[in-house]
Structure formats: structure tokens, C-alpha cells
């Protein structure tokens, strides 16, 4: 069966430290990938989506990136932290035609 | 523009009553819907998703959706709710490809004994 893990759970970071948030996806090969955020209380907004390893596309950055240094790996980073980056993270994979499946999502405080 | 409205911030309901939650998107191309349900600090479930064929849709659960075109509509409903369903719902609209999904602002369901 197919398995998607976010790390961390949660982060408390101070403004302008960096950030690494990472996703796995187990059990298939070649997912497509995609993070996405919401803001607390609100809609959720994407940010990225991988079609294979290496290339990851911009949907609407926020002074974030991304890489997919692996197969089944996403990672989310900035180096430096803004308030308005607290939120819940939430990364996602499908293939096909499946609907895009979601993680269990890492809730980030910004202080 | 792409867009997904969820007209309903708040709904509140009384246990075994029926249930709509309404949608309405803009999408430019052939439209792939989605109805997912987030509970409290989790991640996104998902409850259907309609592509093309029979406009009403069967999902998880009990909930079903149907898809009007002429109405740009793709609400979602339940016969009988039941207290567990409390939770917020998420509408969203992609293309074929999937590569950008665009939600809804979510209606929370509130079900009261």
C-alpha cells in the first residue's frame, strides 16, 4: 500500500531562521507531487507540483522553494523565515488518474 | 480565472437531517471536480470526484455529488448525517493533468445532536 509522511509534525521557528520541510511517498514509483498551504482557519492554496525527479514547478511561491531531490522525495525550504509563512503544509501525490492524495501535514509556527 | 466558491462559511445541521453543501466553479477547460473533507489538525480526505459520465457522483461514506454543468455547480449532499461528519469541507476544480487543483474556501459542517 501506498504511504505519505510529512516531517516534521510541527516547527516552531524564530523570523528569518531557514526552514526544511520534508515529504515521502511509499510504494510507487514515479508519483506526481505537490505542496500546498493553508493559511490557519482558511482555503488551501498550492505551491508546487513535481512531475519527476528534478523538476518541480512554480504555482505561487510565497518566498518558498522547492526540489525533489528523489523519486519519492519533496522538499519545501526558504532561508529565511517571514511571519506570514505560519501555517499547515500539506503535500499530496497521485498518478494517473487518481485525485491527488494528501499527507498528514506539518502545522509551522512563525514567531 | 480559475476559481472554486463555497458560498457557505458555516453550516450547521441537526443529526439525521439531510445535508447540502454547495460549490460553484470557473474553470476554463473541461473541469475535474473534488469534494474532500479536512477534521480537525489533519490532512485532506477525499470524499469523490467526478470526471466525466453519470453527473451524479457516490462517494465515501454516504455522500454523493452531482454535477451540473449549465450551472457550474458541484454540490454535495448526504441523506443522514451523522455527528462524525462534523468537519470542514473542501470543494476544488483541476484540468486532466491534475498539475494545479484550486479549492474552495470550505464550508464547516457543524452537526448537533
Known amino acids: 500500500a501506498q504511504t505519505i509522511h510529512q516531517w516534521p509534525v510541527a516547527e516552531i521557528k524564530a523570523v528569518g531562521s531557514p526552514l526544511s520541510l520534508g515529504c515521502t511517498i511509499k510504494g510507487k514509483s514515479s508519483p506526481n507531487l505537490y505542496w500546498y498551504w493553508q493559511a490557519t482557519g482558511g482555503t488551501l492554496q498550492q505551491l508546487f507540483y513535481?512531475?519527476?525527479?528534478?523538476?518541480v514547478e512554480s504555482v505561487v511561491q510565497l518566498n518558498l522553494s522547492a526540489s525533489r531531490p528523489k523519486d519519492d522525495q519533496f522538499i519545501l525550504s526558504t532561508e529565511k523565515l517571514l511571519l506570514s509563512h505560519s501555517g499547515f503544509y500539506l503535500c499530496a501525490w497521485n498518478q494517473n488518474n487518481q485525485a491527488p492524495l494528501f499527507g498528514e501535514g506539518t502545522r509551522l509556527s512563525v514567531l | 480565472a480559475q476559481s472554486v466558491t463555497q458560498p457557505d462559511a458555516r453550516v450547521t445541521v441537526s443529526e439525521g437531517a439531510s445535508l447540502q453543501l454547495r460549490c460553484k466553479y470557473s474553470?476554463?477547460?473541461?473541469?475535474?471536480l473534488f469534494w474532500y473533507v479536512q477534521y480537525p489538525r489533519q490532512g485532506l480526505q477525499l470524499l469523490l470526484k467526478y470526471y466525466s459520465g453519470d453527473p451524479v457522483v457516490q462517494g465515501v461514506n454516504g455522500f454523493e455529488a452531482e454535477f451540473i454543468k449549465s450551472n457550474s455547480s458541484f454540490h454535495l449532499r448526504k441523506a443522514s448525517v451523522h455527528w462524525s461528519d462534523s468537519a470542514v469541507y473542501f470543494c476544488?476544480?483541476?484540468?486532466?493533468?491534475?498539475?494545479?487543483?484550486?479549492f474552495g474556501s470550505g464550508t464547516k459542517l457543524t452537526v448537533e445532536p
Open positions: 476544488a476544480v483541476s484540468g486532466a493533468n491534475y498539475n494545479v487543483l484550486y
Open positions: 513535481s512531475i519527476t525527479v528534478g523538476q
Open positions: 474553470y476554463s477547460g473541461t473541469p475535474y
